[in-house]
């Protein structure tokens, strides 16, 4: 099977349908809404339909990965991006609702977990360098606490939390290597393993901090935020 090569992203379609936050609105009028999205939904490939947990809210999907929960606010989902004008299109025909804006909030790509495995390698060096940086201390006899919770850069949305293991795995046993190789020295303290990284700077010196981000754009790998790791000193 052909790996799926689009872009998806988690998109809100904003409505005004006459509903009120913390009031709601009539019940004739809310079923009406609820009927006429489903009906110009269902016309696009929308199938399905379900009330989406113990709320009276209805959510469609179409194919494998995309979806819309259909709230008189907002409808939201993952979408195929290239899907997102054939939507709001539809939605701009709507008589009980008017669309109004068109909000996205992140970008991803329907991986599965042998792509996401095959996809990860790409993202050593630069996670490599990141690690280095992160254990990084102003002297030799200053240790970090183990804090690996950081990302690759690659940006998924399917089976997040099977996904997040195989990278979580994966940044594991990329942090092991560098402990392995003398790169990033291990002691212990009170029982506790903690860390240093033993390498110099070397190229990393010269080279300017800039974000690193996957084909989507979602995802940086370097912020600019500094990043609060337990410190502790040994006694030498």
């Known amino acids: 099977m052909p790996r799926d090569e689009n872009v998806y992203v988690r998109t809100y379609f904003r409505v005004e349908s006459g509903y009120v936050w913390g009031q709601g609105m009539p019940e ?3 079923w009406a809404f609820y009927f006429e999205v489903i009906r110009i939904l269902d016309a696009i490939g929308f199938k399905s339909w379900k ?7 209805f959510e469609g999907f179409r194919g494998s990965c995309e979806n819309l929960y259909c709230h008189p606010q907002d409808l939201v989902g ?3 991006k290239d899907k997102m004008e054939e939507i709001a299109e539809a939605l701009r025909k709507g008589a009980t609702f008017k669309l109004y804006c068109i909000d996205i909030y992140e970008e991803a790509y329907n ?6 495995k095959a996809a990860l390698p790409e993202r050593k060096e630069a996670l490599e360098e990141r690690l280095l940086e992160r254990f990084r201390t102003p002297r030799r006899n200053l240790y970090k606490f183990p804090d690996l919770d950081i990302r690759t850069g690659l940006s ?10 195989v990278e979580s795995l994966f940044i594991k046993n990329t942090f092991e290597e560098l402990v392995a190789c003398g790169k990033i020295a291990k002691t212990e ?8 990284t033993a390498v110099p700077l070397s190229g990393l010196a ?4 800039k974000p690193f981000s996957d084909p989507a754009g979602s995802e940086t790998l370097f912020d600019n935020k500094a990043e609060e790791v337990k410190e502790c000193q040994v006694q030498q």
């Open 51 to 57: 009330k989406s947990g113990s709320g009276c809210c």
């Open 206 to 209: 010269n080279r300017k901090r």
């Open 78 to 80: 993952w979408i195929r």
């Open 111 to 116: 991986y599965t977990v042998d792509e996401l």
């Open 156 to 165: 998924y949305f399917a089976r997040r939390g099977e996904l997040r293991q």
């Open 28 to 30: 004739e009028k809310c």
């Open 189 to 196: 303290k009170d029982g506790r393993a903690i860390y240093r």
